[in-house]
């Protein structure tokens, strides 16, 4: 059992409270806390107390750390990665590949040389990058794409002129021609289209009409901040979700997603393999975001927690992770699992007891503890788990 010491990455659309909060740190920070990353990824490995990474520590003795099924399956290497993510402004539209696909895409760099920090680079690592995210506060999300009758009739109650070819594009061809297409437009017709969404939208907010209000007024949001992004028309086109703290959504690859703003505990496969799709300025790959998009049309659903082990489990139907939230009180309760685990404390103070003696949590730190090794907990406090799901 490790206490673990994590990094913070930067990023302009961070809060500058939420996670300098959890941390017990000055608030407001001097700059946006974005993600606080807690586990393996070797681009932000958390340390331990005698300066190792944690990633080099597993390397050292894997067997032992994650347990046999895990490096059977996943090789010598932590499967998951658990993030603090906040956002006070929007993140870029963006989706995942699925193992094969990045397995192939990262063949393909590596063997043309292209160097890993170069901005350009697409693929990072050969691994998929399914996840989970779970609201810590309300928090707002473009996930995937709605029915395309829907995005149809949002379309078309716009009434602008420089739509009919994207309207024409998805009742002739649905999502697979048209979004292809929006990528597809030159520079010029791309401002003039995404002027005239924004202008027709914020109309409609003005207006008070209820009908689509939220994607409307996202729309012109996003087009303040992104003038001339194609991301801009294509956010009509998906799922506008809102969870309440304590509802989960699972995004699988090829889900197109933008999370809009909120705090939530993010935990996935761990990879840094992201396609954007738009509301950036960075890098967009469009032939490979294309390759890996799923067009799929269709509601999204809201995971709520199920009584599970040791507290509300989010069930997702991937191998490489699970979450539970753990609500403690003053009696110890067991908290063993058969792999390995990384626990966050996010109020209160818990108190780990193992084979190793006590490791007290306060707000805000976290601990690792190998696989199988006999657990348990007190607070209260509460504990975010991650794990891996293998049955």
């Known amino acids: ?166 309207i024409a594009a998805l009742a002739r061809g649905g999502l697979r021609t048209a979004i292809p297409q929006l990528l597809a437009l030159t520079d010029k017709r791309r401002t003039a289209l995404v002027s005239a969404v924004a202008r027709a939208a914020a109309g409609f907010v003005a207006a008070h009409d209820p009908e689509f209000i939220n994607t409307y007024r996202w729309a012109a949001s996003l087009a303040e901040t992104y003038p001339g992004d194609a991301g801009v028309v294509i956010s009509l086109l998906c799922n506008h979700l809102k969870l309440e703290p304590g509802e989960g959504v699972f995004l699988p690859a090829g889900n197109l997603h933008a999370y809009l703003s909120g705090a939530g505990i993010e935990v996935m496969a761990s990879s840094d393999n992201v396609l954007r799709g738009g509301l950036t300025v960075k890098h967009v790959d469009l032939s490979a975001l294309i390759e890996v998009l799923d067009f799929t049309d269709g509601r999204i659903p809201v995971i709520h927690p199920v009584l599970g082990p040791g507290g509300l489990r989010y069930p997702v139907p991937v191998e490489d992770f699970d979450l539970t939230r753990c609500q403690l009180d003053a009696q110890a309760g067991t908290l063993t699992t058969a792999g390995p685990q990384v626990l966050l404390c996010t109020e209160g103070t818990a108190v780990l007891a193992s084979a190793d003696g006590e490791l007290a949590l306060a707000k805000g730190q976290s601990a690792f503890v190998s696989a199988g090794a006999p657990l348990s907990a007190r607070g209260p406090a509460v504990l975010y788990r991650a794990t891996t799901n293998l049955s």
């Open 1 to 166: 059992m490790w206490q673990l010491n994590n990094g913070v990455r930067y990023y302009p659309w961070g809060s500058r409270t939420v996670i300098p909060e959890l941390l017990g740190q000055p608030v407001p920070a001097d700059r946006p806390y974005a993600e606080l990353w807690v586990g393996a990824h070797p681009d932000e490995p958390s340390v331990l107390a005698d300066g190792r990474p944690l990633n080099r520590a597993i390397d050292a003795d894997p067997e032992v750390l994650l347990g046999a099924p895990v490096v059977e399956r996943f090789g010598t290497r932590l499967p998951f990665l658990m993030k603090v993510l906040a956002a006070d402004s929007p993140l870029s539209l963006q989706a995942h590949p699925t193992t094969e696909q990045a397995e192939a895409g990262f063949a393909a760099e590596e063997a043309s040389g292209v160097a890993h920090d170069d901005p350009t680079r697409t693929f990072k690592d050969p691994f998929h990058k399914p996840e989970l995210l779970l609201a810590l506060t309300t928090f707002e999300a473009l996930c995937g794409f709605r029915p395309v009758e829907e995005s149809l009739h949002c379309l078309a109650k716009l009434q602008l002129p420089e739509l009919k070819p994207t």
